[in-house]
């Protein structure tokens, strides 16, 4: 007696980015993920306290790159969010970010672009798009060009 294959699910990787008004360092991470790592993961971000906007100077910094996240609004941090990744990354939300055991968890510590200008979001944009290629690698997903 014969058990009937199942239908092997896709391996897509959920990846949350977490910081305290999803207005700046997280918009970034997860605009630089979903453009490096295209539909190969799954991309989240959200805020312990959201912002009503965007920072300005992200939006334009990233535009800088070919990124365009005008459209982009902060959103609220949920415990279904974090349930539903497999690796939730934060940047400067302290312990506001729930703890589930069996999630991959990474804390990236990045300068908070809050109140910056783009000349001083360039180099935040910088770090967090090496560290979105270091993860991409560490998942084992190539990044696109």
């Given amino acids: 007696m014969s058990t009937p294959a199942v239908p092997s699910l896709p391996s897509v990787p959920s990846v949350l980015f ?3 008004h999803n207005a700046g360092r997280s918009q970034m991470a997860a605009a630089f993920l979903t453009r490096l ?3 190969r993961v799954e991309v989240r971000s ?3 306290a959201p912002a009503d906007t965007v920072n300005p100077a992200v939006v334009q910094a990233l535009a800088e790159v070919g990124i365009d996240i005008s459209a982009e609004t902060p959103k609220v941090l949920t415990t279904e969010a974090v349930q539903a990744s497999d690796v939730v990354i934060t940047m400067g939300c302290g312990d ?3 703890y589930f055991p069996g999630k991959r968890y990474l804390d990236w510590k990045l300068d908070d672009p809050a109140g910056q200008g783009v000349d001083a979001v360039r180099p935040i944009r ?3 798009e090496r560290r979105v290629r270091g993860l991409l690698a560490d998942l084992g997903i190539p990044a696109r060009a």
């Fill in 37 to 39: 790592g295209g539909d």
């Fill in 18 to 20: 977490v910081c305290v």
């Fill in 96 to 98: 506001a970010c729930p």
């Fill in 46 to 48: 959200a805020g312990s």
């Fill in 126 to 128: 910088d770090g967090i």
